[in-house]
């Protein structure tokens, strides 16, 4: 007799068959595995989104953090900035340049005076310093840097006024 050729032979299992305690074969319910997988997947979701949520949180500290201490600096920075218009005045033997701070407002101006005479006017965002002027040739420029922590305020005031200074 010859063999069966739809019989299969291999030594595989059969189907999803679990061998239970009484030794009858028993089917793996598909859907409750597909629940489970299902509830694993709900459930890593939802650590990735607690994990964002808090690394944004945090950020966002550190972002409100380092505007503080930003604004606790640009009291110091303006100063600095008085001083060094005064340290040019003084240079020029006349007053040239005016400093004007704007009420309410974390923005200084320098002017030299006159209507129309070239300016730069500084505003802290944040942590950074967005700058925008003109010089002795009418040209207009902006630029803008972050405040960082490793240079100091007269440092900040130089690096704001010196190639505005070196134009007039």
């Not at 600095?80 to 704007?102: C, P, T």
């Amino acid at each position: 007799m010859g063999r069966n050729p739809y019989k299969q032979t291999s030594s595989r299992p059969q189907g999803d068959r679990v061998t239970t305690g009484d030794a009858r074969p028993a089917r793996v319910d598909p859907l409750g595995t597909a629940i489970h997988l299902a509830q694993r997947l709900g459930h890593a979701r939802r650590d990735r989104e607690d994990s964002a949520a808090q690394l944004a949180r945090s950020q966002q500290a550190d972002a409100a953090h380092a505007a503080a201490l930003s604004t606790d600096r640009w009291v110091r920075i303006v100063a600095a900035i008085r001083q060094q218009a005064e340290a040019y005045n003084d240079g020029a033997r006349r007053v040239l340049l005016n400093v004007i701070e704007q009420p309410g407002e974390l923005t200084v101006t320098v002017a030299v005076r006159g209507e129309g005479e070239p300016s730069l006017t500084a505003t802290l965002d944040g942590t950074f310093i967005c700058m925008r002027g003109r010089d002795a040739l009418g040209i207009a420029h902006a630029a803008e840097f972050r405040l960082h922590s490793d240079r100091g305020d007269d440092a900040t005031a130089a690096y704001l006024l010196r190639n505005w200074m070196e134009r007039l």
